[in-house]
């Protein structure tokens, strides 16, 4: 028999394991000589009482201590891995396995060393991942399915195991893929393969509507993601994410239904609707918007305003947009074409909305056609002028007579005094001096005649209603002027008393409000001359009534024999047999254009007073006791 | 008819406007014919001239008593002096209801002296002037 060829000295000199002896104070008796190369110090540094305390980890420290005289002390031995600083400054793990021997009466520890640095770091790598992939998954919001490579389930959190109403000890280790409805599944296994596959890629969020059925064959809508994490060994963990996105859905269909909402009571309003943000992009239109400018509603929304509804147009409403932006509400009445390039009249709205910090984030912009009521506006007021007229040209009829008269009045005498003063010079002894007298008669009868001309035109002309600053008082004046020869010739006394602490200079229409007081004056003199007796009167008053001047206009003729005095008013209603009715209707009409009214009363004693106030001049309003 | 005799009588104007009255008393002087002038019907119906002139130039609207209402008067109590009414207004059957009131002329105002003068020499059938 051959002697073994082993030395086991050599053996415990040269192998992996470094053998030592250590007291149970922890200091070294004996190590193996191979502890040089293990750790770089040189042999004796190995037996310093302190050797431990410097070469330890300080985190290690106090379990390595524990561990060897908690083992020395219990008699089960050490069984420890620490870490340890090489003389080089690098870490390094080493594993100390011992048993505690006696020795003399003294206790000792008998063991090795070795290093397992690399099955440390492993380890700790692995610890780490997983570590990683368990808080991922204890923290996600989303229900996580940890699947390795080949789709087969590993782990799942507590969501997922909401979600899908499976325990992981359910499904582990099956596959993935029944998680999803049958309808759904080969699509899935689709993507996760080439996930799979794919290793480039880290993560994907799968753009398609899915759905994962429940234990309950319930379907949930979900968002699926896939995100790779890298196995220690090589091979690719899988981690399935699946957001539920039941309540998303529900909020946008909250959100859907909200607008449609809006959508509707905007498209029912009579006004075009919009919403324009900080880019000047339409956010929302209504129907009647979208139509205005012949385009469907989903290709305005997004675009640029400008883009919409051209550079003119837009260079028109540029500044109200900028002072809505700028946070301030505008009103603009304007003229835009529609699509079809007809003129309309609008007013337009423009109101600033604001987010939660204040700050403009848009406009609103309310758009209402008033074409027909600017129209309508319009005609009334031909409408009116129109009635000013007719009613003109209707007194004019009523008082041609006495028109003519007037004119052929002066008339007459300036032919007669002209022909007089020739026959008078052509004499064989001419009469200066007479003929001197008719020649001044003509000149002043031609004078008059002039006047009653001026103020015929005056009451014919027909025009808009004009803005110029009249004294009422001498409006007034000149109608009784003109009214002179028919009062006259109905034995009528019209008075004016003078407005002497009364102010009345009002903003208006000379030949309308001319109008007003013939018509009024006129009726006083109509209604007083049905008098049996004298004296038949009509008076002209001026009374101040806060910023208002009141022409009282008052007859002692029978005053007006209804009790309904609003009625009078009305058209064609008349207490006259050869009258229009028109008379006060358009005196109304006229006096309210002026901002002004009229009203009717009978005076206590007899009579009929109407009451016309006007609003004053601006430099003529002052305060009075009653306003 | 107007006469080969030249009319020499007087004439009364009534008018209540005075330039006018003026005027034609004017005109009516310088051709060397007497005038008188009133105011209105009731004034010249009161006066002696009623009776005491030749031609009666009577203005038509009058306050009070108008031209048509004195020449009624007139027929009852000087049935024989010849009227010529004027007016001022435009009336288009003027000249009818004039005739038909037993007017001897009328004349639309503006005239001129030749109207006037061959109205009156119409009216009493003698030259004017």
């Known amino acids: 028999m051959t002697p073994l060829a082993f030395d086991p000295t050599d053996f415990l000199e040269s192998g992996p394991l470094v053998p030592f002896v250590m007291d149970t104070k922890e200091t070294l008796l004996w190590v193996g000589p191979q502890a040089v190369d293990l750790l770089g110090y040189p042999a004796e540094r190995w037996m310093d009482p302190g050797f431990w305390d410097e070469i330890v980890v300080d985190d290690d420290l106090g379990q390595v201590r524990d561990a060897r005289r908690g083992g020395a002390a219990s008699g089960t031995g050490v069984s420890v891995e620490y870490r340890v600083r090489k003389a080089d400054g690098v870490v390094l793990w080493l594993a100390e396995v011992g048993r505690v021997a006696s020795a003399d009466g003294q206790l000792r520890i008998h063991g090795y060393l070795y290093d397992v640095t690399e099955r440390k770091l492993r380890e700790v790598a692995l610890w780490k991942s997983e570590e990683r992939i368990r808080s991922v998954l204890r923290n996600a919001p989303d229900a996580m399915v940890l699947t390795g490579a080949d789709g087969r389930v590993q782990n799942m959190n507590a969501r997922a195991e909401s979600l899908f109403q499976y325990q ?97 009571i905007a498209n029912v309003l009579p006004a075009m609707v ?43 409403v540029e500044p109200a947009f900028r002072a809505a932006l700028a946070g301030t509400a505008t009103h603009v009445r304007g003229e835009v074409a529609d699509a079809a390039g007809a003129t309309r009249s609008v007013d337009m709205s423009f109101v600033p909305q604001f987010d939660e910090k204040d700050a403009v984030d848009g406009f609103f912009s309310v758009v209402f056609d008033v074409t027909s009521e600017v129209r309508a506006e319009q005609a009334d007021r031909l409408h009116r002028e129109e009635l000013a007229h007719v009613a003109r040209v209707a007194t004019l009829g009523e008082l041609a007579a006495s028109i003519a008269h007037e004119l052929n009045q002066p008339l007459s005498a ?79 006394e019209v008075r004016v008393s003078p407005a002497e602490d009364v102010a009345t200079e009002v903003q208006g229409d000379a030949a309308q409000l001319t109008q007003v007081f013939l018509n009024l004056v006129k009726n006083g003199i109509e209604s007083t ?72 009363e009978n005076v206590p004693g007899g009579g009929a007073r109407l009451r016309v106030r006007l609003p004053l001049s601006d430099r003529d309003r002052r305060p009075t006791p009653d306003g | 008819m107007v006469g080969e005799t030249r009319f020499s009588g007087r004439v009364a104007v009534v008018d209540d406007d005075a330039s006018v009255r003026r005027a034609l008393a004017r005109l009516f002087r310088s051709i060397d014919i007497e005038v008188v002038t009133q105011d209105s019907g009731p004034a010249f119906l009161a006066s002696p001239a009623l009776h005491d002139v030749d031609c009666l130039v009577l203005d038509v609207h ?9 020449l009624d008067e007139v027929k009852v109590a000087a049935s024989k002096l010849p009227v010529v009414l004027m007016t001022g207004r435009f009336q288009a059957d003027f000249a009818e209801r004039a005739i038909a009131a037993g007017a001897s002329g009328f004349l639309r105002k503006p005239f001129t002296d030749s109207e006037l003068f061959a109205a009156v020499a119409e009216a009493t059938g003698e030259q004017v002037p």
């Not at chain 1, 004078?447 to 004009?466: F, K, P």
């Open chain 1, 274 to 316: 919009c919403f324009v943000d900080g880019e000047e992009r339409f956010r929302f239109v209504n129907d009647a918007y979208a139509e205005w400018y012949g385009w469907q509603r989903h290709q305005m929304e997004g675009r640029r305003v400008r883009e919409v509804i051209g550079e003119s147009a837009y260079a028109e």
């Open chain 1, 529 to 600: 001359s049905r008098l049996p007796t004298v004296p038949r009167r009509v008076t002209v008053g001026f009374v101040a009534v806060g910023g208002s001047v009141e022409v009282h206009v008052t007859d002692n003729g029978p005053g007006f024999g209804s009790d309904d005095l609003e009625g009078l008013f009305q058209p064609f209603v008349t207490g006259r047999p050869d009258g229009l009715g028109m008379g006060l209707t358009i005196s109304r009409t006229i006096t309210e254009a002026h901002g002004g009214s009229v009203v009717a």
């Open chain 1, 168 to 264: 992981l000890a359910d499904i582990a280790g099956s596959l993935i893929d029944p998680l999803v409805p049958e309808r759904l599944r080969a699509r899935f296994r689709e993507l996760r393969e080439a996930f799979a596959d794919d290793s480039e890629r880290r993560s994907l969020v799968v753009g398609e509507a899915f759905a994962i059925e429940q234990r309950e064959g319930v379907e949930v809508p979900v968002e699926i993601g896939m995100s790779r994490v890298a196995g220690l060994d090589g091979e690719d963990q899988i981690l399935n994410s699946f957001r539920d996105l039941t309540a998303r859905r529900r909020v946008e269909a909250q959100l859907r239904s909200s607008e449609r909402r809006v959508r509707q």
């Open chain 1, 414 to 492: 300036v032919v007669a005094n002209a022909q007089a003063a020739r026959r008078l010079l052509d004499r064989d002894s001419p009469d200066i001096g007479e003929a001197r007298a008719a020649l001044e008669d003509v000149a002043s009868d031609a004078r008059r005649a002039g006047d009653v001309i001026s103020s015929m035109r005056q009451l014919l002309q027909r025009g808009e209603t004009r803005q110029e600053a009249l004294d009422l008082q001498r409006l007034v004046s000149d109608v009784v002027e003109l009214v002179h020869s028919e009062a006259v010739l109905r034995g009528v």
């Open chain 2, 62 to 70: 009058m306050p009070g008593m108008s031209g048509l209402e004195v």
